[in-house]
T-cell receptor, first 115, second 113 residues
């Protein structure tokens, strides 16, 4: 079955440490997205990528970095510069190619906590 | 600014009762509109989508939504709620230039037995 796989499901970070969240999709989608979800705040866009080797900052990109070396993979690194990283992180993809009528498909999320 | 709003943060209904979750958008042109559902600790699942044409859209799990241009609304409805419908519901639309999506803040649905 096609879908989006996020790993790990739970992740713990020590102060001053960088951590990387994995997101892989086998839907052959061009566009991929990272969202952060905090209680009562809905989804906030961190980064998105429309094509391999290209990505754009979303609304809350500070303290995060991404790469898009392969179409199926869009890892997110939470750096030590992100002072409040505890949240639920969601990865999504869509078959956009400039067509905005395509819905997003979501992974099951990674919950990141600070030790 | 173009946005998607969901006026109700939390709604509680009894099992078997009807449900309506509100969504309003502020876009110049008729946007594409989506409803998603999120169970605790899970990702979002697409319930239904509106592109054009018939303003009443059927989705999965017995949900439907009606697009009303005059009210800038896209409300989600279900005639009889089941306990398994307890979840968070998000309304969404593509951002103005189609590069990403704008999500409403979500409505949490609780279902009483």
């Amino acid at each position: 079955d096609g879908g989006i796989t996020q790993s790990p499901k739970y992740l713990f970070r020590k102060e001053g440490q960088n951590v990387t969240l994995s997101c892989e999709q086998n839907l052959n989608h061009d566009a991929m997205y990272w969202y952060r979800q905090d209680p009562g705040q809905g989804l906030r866009l961190i980064y998105y990528s429309q094509i391999v080797n290209d990505f754009q900052k979303g609304d809350i990109a500070e303290g995060y970095s991404v790469s898009r070396e392969k179409k199926e993979s869009f890892p997110l690194t939470v750096t030590s510069a992100q002072k409040n990283p505890t949240a639920f992180y969601l990865c999504a993809s869509s078959n956009q190619k400039g067509r905005s009528n395509q819905p997003q498909h979501f992974g099951d999320g990674t919950r990141l906590s600070i030790l | 600014a173009q946005s998607v709003t969901q006026p109700d943060i939390h709604i509680t209904v009894s099992e078997g009762a009807s449900l309506e979750l509100r969504c309003n958008y502020s876009y110049g042109a008729t946007p594409y509109l989506f409803w998603y559902v999120q169970s605790p600790g899970q990702g979002l699942q697409l319930l239904l989508k509106y592109f054009s044409g018939d303003t009443l859209v059927q989705g999965i799990k017995g949900f439907e939504a009606e697009f009303k241009r005059s009210q800038s609304s896209f409300n989600l409805r279900k005639p009889s709620v089941h306990w398994s419908d307890a979840a968070e519901y998000f309304c969404a639309a593509p951002a103005p230039y189609g590069q990403n999506f704008v999500f409403g803040p979500g409505t949490r649905l609780s279902v009483l037995p």
